[in-house]
């Protein structure tokens, strides 16, 4: 199956910096998603993109599929912005999966200090 | 708007008890539907997936057995759980692009 690597696994910083967490996947995809698990472990979806690049306040996210990676840029970071971010990828046409589900990796632990 | 529910949201067993664990999903209608499992050290395991009412694939052989008794119902169960099935357990549904997820079961079996 696909492999996904998340680096780097835990990332500490000050409150009002800038952060980039990279996803790297062994195969071709049609399916990427960011998602951000907060303290009470929901999972709220950042970023469907499969390809290119979309920006959503001060988060955005740029997949180049051809050379199987994603990158997730936080800009101005807040307290809020602590949690777990988790890259999933698939290679089915539905988000879910289907035939394969969707493949995690181990996200990046993010602590943002005031 | 959907919305899904999982309940409870903790829950803490003894080994040998059955498990029921119960997730629906509103709004939307023939959601695929998923159970994942995510164990210390935070990586999410695909479990089950559902595409219609009565069809489940797994992904994992284990303990656990899950159903679809109605198009927008997902159960997750065992007859007897294990020590190594505790974990914290997340239905998610999807109809389109992006993957949804409940707020999760917290299982502990002691």
């Known amino acids: 199956g696909i492999q996904v690597e998340q680096s780097p696994p835990d990332l500490i910083l000050q409150e009002g910096a800038n952060s980039t967490l990279r996803c790297n996947f062994s195969d071709s995809v049609n399916n990427l998603q960011w998602f951000h698990q907060n303290p009470w472990g929901q999972l709220i979806n950042l970023f469907y993109?499969?390809?290119g690049t979309k920006q959503n306040g001060r988060l955005s996210a740029t997949t180049v599929a051809t050379e199987r990676y994603s990158l997730l840029y936080i800009s101005s970071s807040q307290t809020t912005d602590s949690g777990v971010y988790f890259c999933?990828?698939?290679?089915?046409?539905?988000?879910?999966?289907?035939?394969?589900?969707?493949?995690f990796g181990k996200g990046t632990h993010l602590i943002i200090q005031p | 708007s959907q919305t899904i529910h999982q309940w409870p949201a903790t829950l803490v067993q003894p080994v040998g008890s059955p498990l029921s664990l119960e997730c629906t999903v509103e709004?939307?209608?023939?959601?695929?539907l998923y159970w994942y499992r995510q164990a210390a050290g935070r990586g999410l395991q695909l479990l089950f997936y559902s595409v219609g009412i009565g069809q489940i694939s797994s992904e994992v052989p284990q303990n656990l057995s899950a159903s679809r008794p109605q198009d927008r119902q997902f159960i997750l169960s065992s007859k007897k759980l294990l020590l190594s099935d505790s974990g914290f357990y997340l239905c998610a549904w999807s109809s389109g692009v992006s993957a949804f997820f409940g707020q999760g079961t917290r299982l502990t079996v002691v």
């Open positions: 993109i499969p390809s």
């Open positions: 709004g939307t209608s023939n959601p695929n």
């Open positions: 999933a990828v698939s290679r089915a046409l539905y988000s879910g999966g289907g035939a394969d589900g969707l493949t």
